[in-house]
């Protein structure tokens, strides 16, 4: 029986042997369902013949993928495929501009899903493929800085699996009651408003403007492990209505702007390709997304499948204006010949997946694609000194921390906060 890998390709040969009669189907959907089999979903106005085409070639898969295809209902005919399209993660085959792909997944991740820019406030997302690369620290410090000049800032912990931004900017006494998930979980029962005011607190670390911090857990968690297995869940408006649970963060983070009122928005998003990054990045409307990496093969190799998901779904060209490469921890010896390397294999993989191809001589000005050595390119690394004296620091608002801030951040973490400074 042939692999999850090897069902698309298989089906392009068969409907590549169909072509003509396709042309006669407005829109045709390959359902993948959550054990990996298959099914053609059509339009139930299709008439006699289109519904034999279809039979014909759910046939043709069964010989190919056997029982990859049920044996009944491998056509269903549906009311609305636009529905269908709009509700799970669904991208166009390519070659076929009739024929789209739907995944109905465990979850409600949808990476090729990419929302609009939010346009009342900066939101800057810091993310990393891998985790342990300083991301959290260089939040933090970079909520310091924004800070010290004058600007009001929300900090989001939205790495709820393995939370530890709040730690580094609050102390133990200055924690709120409650947190995102207390939120999360309350909000199924229309019960969210009696957590809200006592979800964050505000940071003793800048001098200057307010750092309003609103972590996964208040001061006591409570059951954080039970409630964490019910934060994913979707709230039910009516029977006919659901609310997805990035969308209900999304109101979470509404509110809060309209509360707090901040500059900008940082959100900590959990490392790694799964529900809560897809959401931080695809799915609150990020100005700005901050790609964490370290030079590691397993670092370009995650990067790369995140970013083929991109241009397979063709979300390519809605996130890509927004993305910034950020060379975490570069080595004090030899750092100019490190980034060297870093930024020359940050470029293969940029050209290679999200830059256009610019054909030879052309000198057109619409392509987005940038030179390796273009200092204001998205895959030209912001870059982040690895310091010691960061590295054992617990938190930040300790005496220690604060002397290594002012002594230290402005040089260790300078080209991120100076290129963050710059925004707008």
């Not at 083929?308 to 950020?326: F, G, P, S």
Request: glycine share 6%; proline share 5%.
């Amino acid at each position: 029986m042939k692999t999850f890998d090897e069902i698309i390709p298989e089906i392009k040969i068969i409907l590549k042997d169909k072509t003509a009669d396709l042309a006669n189907i407005d829109k045709l959907i390959i359902n993948r369902d959550l054990n990996g089999r298959i099914r053609l979903l059509a339009d139930k106005k299709l008439s006699v013949d289109n519904r034999t085409t279809l039979d014909t070639i759910a046939q043709n898969i069964a010989g190919v993928l056997g029982n990859r295809i049920p044996d009944n209902e491998r056509v269903i005919y549906e009311s609305s495929l636009d529905t269908i399209i709009k509700d799970i993660p669904c991208f166009p085959l390519t070659d076929f501009p009739k024929v789209f792909v739907a995944d109905r997944l465990l979850g409600e991740a949808n990476w090729g899903k990419i929302i609009p820019e939010n346009e009342d406030t900066h939101r800057i997302v810091f993310y990393s493929i891998k985790g342990g690369v300083g991301r959290s620290t260089a939040l933090a410090v970079t909520a310091w800085a924004l800070a010290e000049e004058g600007k009001k800032v929300l900090v989001l912990d939205m790495d709820i699996e393995s939370p530890g931004i709040s730690s580094s900017l609050l102390q133990p006494e200055k924690s709120p009651k409650y947190g995102i998930v207390d939120w999360l979980v309350e909000d199924l029962i229309d019960n969210g408003d009696t957590v809200f005011q006592d979800i964050f607190s505000v940071s003793d670390l800048s001098r200057n403007e307010e750092i309003f911090v609103i972590p996964s857990y208040g001061a006591d968690p409570g059951e954080y492990i039970s409630k964490l297995g019910r934060v994913w869940m979707p709230k039910y408006v009516s029977a006919n209505d659901r609310e997805s649970w990035q969308n209900r963060m999304n109101r979470l983070i509404t509110q809060l702007e309209a509360r707090h009122k901040p500059d900008v928005v940082l959100i900590d998003s959990r490392a790694g390709i799964d529900e809560i990054a897809s959401a931080c990045i695809a799915g609150f409307g990020a100005e700005y997304i901050l790609l964490f990496a370290i030079d590691s093969a397993q670092t370009w190799d995650g990067y790369k499948i995140l970013f083929d998901h991109w241009r397979k779904t063709e979300a390519v060209k809605k996130i890509r204006d927004r993305l910034q490469i950020v060379g975490a921890l570069v080595p004090e010896t030899n750092s100019g010949e490190y980034l060297e390397r870093f930024n020359e294999r940050s470029w293969d993989m940029f050209i290679d997946k999200l830059y256009d191809n610019v054909p030879p001589e052309d000198t057109n000005d619409n392509y987005f694609s940038f030179d390796k050595d273009d200092k204001d390119a998205p895959h030209f690394p912001r870059s982040i000194l690895w310091n010691k004296g960061f590295e054992a620091l617990p938190n930040l608002y300790q005496p220690l921390g604060q002397q290594i801030m002012q002594e230290q951040a402005g040089r260790i973490f300078k080209h991120l906060i100076d290129h963050i400074k710059g925004i707008p």
